[in-house]
């Protein structure tokens, strides 16, 4: 890679240093394009930091397609396996963290990548963490007791009428995203969308190259389809059924994700009471249909990342990561 000696030694001594910030919908390919771009010992020298919201939970392995741990000893991945399901992660706790690994990845002359699909971490990473108040666990718990007990549909109207914005925004689906919208306006008496920060400014602390992968929509959701089926050849079921048989239920943080979710039912009028469905194909055909659905609001939503170098992934693996090479190239050269 031309002037990649110079770039290390910036990469050492600037206090602004480059991340590559690599993002795409479920499906896209972004291990397997990463795998490709950074294989070998004579091109820059690179770290992932997963920007993945489940990937952080540990026993979840299959259903949120964690690189296996013979990829990661090629390429080294951060922010992996560091909490258990029933512990919460939030954007700011993925700032923080991914703010500390690409300086220290960066402070030993490496490239810092920070590649996921979880929009929100990316735009946040980016862009800076709004002034929301923090999370309340008693208004939290509240909110979810009247999930329950009223359903989505209510607090999607509750949401509209206290801030149209979110409520026009979110999706009825996305269930964090409109409690912590409801949660903020209960805390605080103003809407959520009046603590966004401006998106026009990112942040100073580095120089971000970053990377969209795009792909039609028909192929996307047939590699969807495909990947789906592969979790299941692959052992997503006895996955799923050694996290319940823990104790852990979508009721906790890491199983509310698609892929598991999916697997539970609640026992009729015993509402927080869970048992495991028995129609698996079923289960599968549902979880393809909601990373379908995902994948749709991913696209929606990375459209208001401002300065993205879109890259259509519309050969190989390997013909897409000599595209993002050439990307690089030409910000190495002139930076």
């Not at 992932?48 to 090629?74: C, F, N």
Request: charged letters at 25%; aromatic letters at 8%; one cysteine or more.
């Amino acid at each position: 890679m031309p002037n990649n000696s110079k770039f290390l030694q910036n990469q050492k001594n600037i206090s602004t240093p480059a991340v590559l910030v690599l993002f795409g919908p479920t499906g896209s390919g972004k291990t397997g394009i990463l795998q490709k771009l950074f294989n070998s010992n004579d091109e820059l020298q690179a770290e992932v930091i997963s920007a993945d919201s489940m990937q952080v939970y540990k026993g979840m392995d299959i259903g949120t397609a964690k690189p296996s741990l013979g990829e990661r000893e090629i390429l080294p991945h951060h922010l992996i396996d560091i909490r258990n399901p029933d512990q919460q992660f939030n954007a700011g706790d993925f700032v923080r963290l991914a703010d500390e690994a690409c300086l220290q990845i960066a402070a030993c002359g490496r490239l810092p990548v920070v590649s996921g699909g979880t929009g929100f971490y990316l735009k946040n990473f980016i862009m800076g963490l709004s002034e929301a108040p923090p999370s309340d666990f008693k208004i939290r718990t509240e909110l979810r007791q009247e999930l329950k007990e009223k359903g989505i549909t209510a607090l999607a109207r509750e949401l509209t009428v206290c801030d149209p914005a979110s409520g026009e925004r979110i999706h009825i689906n996305d269930e964090y995203r409109m409690l912590r919208a409801l949660e903020v306006y209960r805390l605080s008496g103003r809407p959520l969308s009046s603590f966004e920060v401006n998106a026009k400014n990112k942040r100073s602390l580095f120089r971000f190259i970053i990377i969209g992968l795009s792909r039609p929509r028909e192929t996307l959701y047939r590699r969807i389809n495909e990947r789906c089926a592969q979790m299941f050849r692959n052992g997503l079921v006895q996955e799923v059924r050694s996290l319940y048989e823990a104790g852990y239920t979508p009721d906790d943080p890491g199983l509310r994700a698609i892929g598991y979710r999916e697997f539970f039912i609640e026992t009729p009028g015993e509402p927080g009471k869970w048992k495991l469905s028995q129609d698996i194909d079923g289960v599968q055909s549902l979880i393809a249909q909601n990373s379908r659905r995902y994948a749709k609001r991913q696209i929606t939503f990375f459209a208001g990342i401002p300065g993205v170098n879109w890259i259509e992934c519309s050969g190989s693996d390997e013909e897409t990561a000599g595209r993002i090479k050439n990307a690089l190239n030409e910000y190495i050269n002139f930076s």
